[in-house]
């Protein structure tokens, strides 16, 4: 029986199709959950008040009373008087207009640096076509190896009549990007082995190694890791090999990321009933396409929220790459200050950096929200 | 008693001319320090219908779990269409091949439509082209009644739709045998009816088939025997009408009065 045909029913007949008015809309939640006591409604006016003047107060720091430029002398040298007369009172934009380059691109030829830019854009790029759905086929593998050649290509130049730019004067936003991008990108298959092999009982040795693996790594805090492949590794390396800084943070970036994330997979994999694996085994299927086809997509999609959560500490904690000497986003930021003209505008600095690292979390953590979303939808458990 | 017993098995073992095609000898089973398979010896023959009932506990589903080792047996040989059961992978590949498994918690794959669900094995194991085995699972499906049902997920499913999917499931990789670990047990009362209606069609197409229930009417309607397990042994085994009025031993009687009495 259709909807139509319930209302036309004349025993339907004085049922009110409506909730009675006043119980919804803006309204009605503002009086249920603002001002519900007097108490609720004595907190909602003074978190107001804090609030609105909070924001009065920013907003005439950051826009009404801002300096946006500063005039420079013959010397191309910034006179900074206007910002002095202002602080406190207005922020200083002109720290950002005269410095973001070499926060966002480090020391890279500025004539260059077209290239590190159109490389940020192909990681954004790369990230938004993961993130759709529709694109989860065999064909995107071949889509990151040919992006992230690509970016190698641009970033390192030597070919196709593009100067070539040493890794030690990379710097800045495409580093970091470059740390997260190849950190979680070889940190999530190496975590989903450890994961799978910690939960072995066929092979009591790949257990005992990956037990080892993650509780090691685990155990030791990322900054003593990176010194450690910064300082000690070259050490126990035979003479005149030298395998770069950058990839050597890389990989301790990796495999701490690789211990973390295995975890949280372990956690997917012993939230699945074994019921599941049993009615995989009872049909046939081999361990590997068990685990592809049937425990794997199950398990990771209960770990959405941790896993995204791990993967949003990693990209913030990239940044710790600055205590052994690479340049990244922060990092840059810390060198732009230390130009003499700027050091007093550092919260100015900070705040950029700040939108920058919010604006990827941020993205991570609504495509979690909605990929969350749209996978409870299709299978309606 | 438990001479008289293993004579009855014996002897039912010799009036079976072909070769069985489950036998299980002398297997005994420990979970830690807990006994629960002792000396369990039972022969099935081709196109047979078993159905084994005891009290919780008694090691029935942990028995008809070890022929197609979800369970692995420390004793005793079990041989299933001539493949003895071992460590060894490839025989282990072989054998669930041919055995079909019904749970009594469903187990389908949440992830994966009803028509997915039927067509991953016959696709991955059975190297069946995915056009061949859509067919031969719209083909199962009618026969369990739901082929209207395939695309939809299990979570919008009842249970009884649910279990019938899970033996067309099984189904569609053409088993010469099927296990059933008490496939009704978790259904409302209103769909167990379905459910062993489906079991029954498929015991008169001739599939040979071992089934753990404490269903009595369909033990009567479909079983050529009726195995009673009480502690981890086999106590008494023979054909069902012979088995519910004249149970041989105490332990059958009291197990019969209980669930005459629960019923």
């Known amino acids: 029986m259709g909807e139509t045909a319930a209302t036309a029913d004349p025993r339907y007949a004085g049922v009110r199709e409506q909730p009675p008015a006043g119980t919804t809309g803006p309204w009605a939640w503002a009086k249920t959950n603002l001002f519900g006591s007097w108490w609720s409604t004595a907190v909602t006016l003074v978190l107001g008040y804090l609030l609105l003047r909070f924001a009065v107060e920013f907003v005439s720091w950051a826009l009404l009373h801002a300096i946006w430029s500063v005039p420079y002398d013959a010397q191309g040298r910034p006179d900074n008087t206007a910002c002095h007369n202002a602080k406190g009172i207005g922020a200083c934009w002109a720290v950002i207009s005269d410095k973001y380059r070499l926060i966002l691109f480090g020391r890279y030829p500025y004539a260059e640096q077209w290239r590190p830019a159109v490389c940020v854009v192909l990681f954004v790029g790369l990230y938004v076509v993961s993130a759709m759905r529709r694109f989860w086929r065999k064909e995107l593998a071949l889509v990151w190896v040919v992006t992230l050649v690509l970016i190698g290509v641009l970033m390192w130049g030597g070919i196709l009549g593009l100067s070539y730019v040493p890794e030690d004067d990379w710097g800045g936003l495409p580093i970091t990007l470059i740390l997260a991008t190849f950190g979680l990108a070889f940190a999530f298959p190496l975590a989903i082995l450890v994961a799978l092999g910690r939960r072995s009982t066929r092979l009591p040795a790949v257990k005992l190694l990956c037990v080892l693996y993650v509780e090691l790594i685990r155990g030791v805090p990322l900054v003593a890791l990176l010194f450690m492949a910064s300082v000690m590794f070259p050490l126990f390396m035979p003479e005149g090999v030298n395998i770069n800084k950058l990839l050597r943070a890389q990989i301790a970036i990796i495999l701490f990321a690789g211990a973390y994330l295995a975890e949280v997979v372990r956690g997917g994999l012993q939230a699945l009933p074994r019921g599941q694996a049993e009615a995989a085994d009872a049909l046939g299927l081999s361990y590997w396409k068990k685990t592809g086809f049937i425990i794997l997509p199950q398990a990771l999609r209960l770990v959405i929220p941790p896993l995204v959560n791990t993967f949003i500490g990693f990209f913030k904690d990239t940044s710790l790459v600055l205590i052994i000497g690479t340049f990244d986003l922060l990092y840059m930021g810390k060198i732009a200050l230390s130009d003499p003209p700027w050091q007093a505008f550092s919260t100015e600095v900070y705040l950029m950096l700040a939108v920058i690292y919010i604006a990827f979390c941020f993205a991570m953590s609504v495509y979690s929200r909605g990929l969350e979303r749209e996978l409870a939808r299709a299978h309606r458990r | ?263």
């Open chain 2, 1 to 263: 008693m438990s001479q008289a017993v293993s004579e009855h098995i014996v002897a039912h073992l010799a009036d079976t001319s072909a070769p069985p095609i489950i036998a299980m000898e002398k297997v005994n089973k420990w979970f830690g320090s807990l006994h629960v398979l002792r000396d369990v010896s039972l022969a099935v023959a081709e196109k047979e219908r078993v159905v084994v009932c005891g009290p919780s506990g008694s090691g029935k589903s942990t028995m008809i779990r070890c022929i197609n080792r979800l369970e692995s047996h420390q004793e005793g040989r079990i041989v299933v269409d001539g493949t003895e059961l071992t460590d060894d992978l490839r025989s282990l590949d072989t054998i669930r091949r041919e055995v079909g498994m019904v749970f009594q918690s469903f187990n389908l794959f949440p992830h994966l439509t009803i028509l997915e669900n039927c067509t991953l094995a016959p696709i991955w194991v059975r190297k069946m082209p995915k056009a061949d085995a859509e067919e031969v699972a719209m083909n199962f499906l009618s026969r369990v009644r739901i082929p209207e049902q395939a695309k939809k997920y299990p979570g919008q499913l009842s249970g009884g739709q649910q279990q019938r999917v899970a033996i067309a499931r099984a189904l569609c990789m053409r088993p010469k045998i099927m296990l059933f670990d008490e496939p009704t047990s978790a259904l409302d009362p209103e769909m167990i009816k379905e459910v062993l209606d489906v079991m029954i069609e498929l015991a008169e197409s001739g599939m040979t088939m071992v089934c753990v229930t404490h269903e009595m009417g369909f033990a009567r309607q479909v079983a050529d025997r009726v195995v009673f397990m009480d502690r981890g042994e086999i106590v008494e085994s023979g054909a069902p009408e012979r088995m519910f009025s004249d149970p041989q031993t105490d332990r059958l009687k009291l197990f019969l009065s209980q669930i005459l009495r629960g019923h």
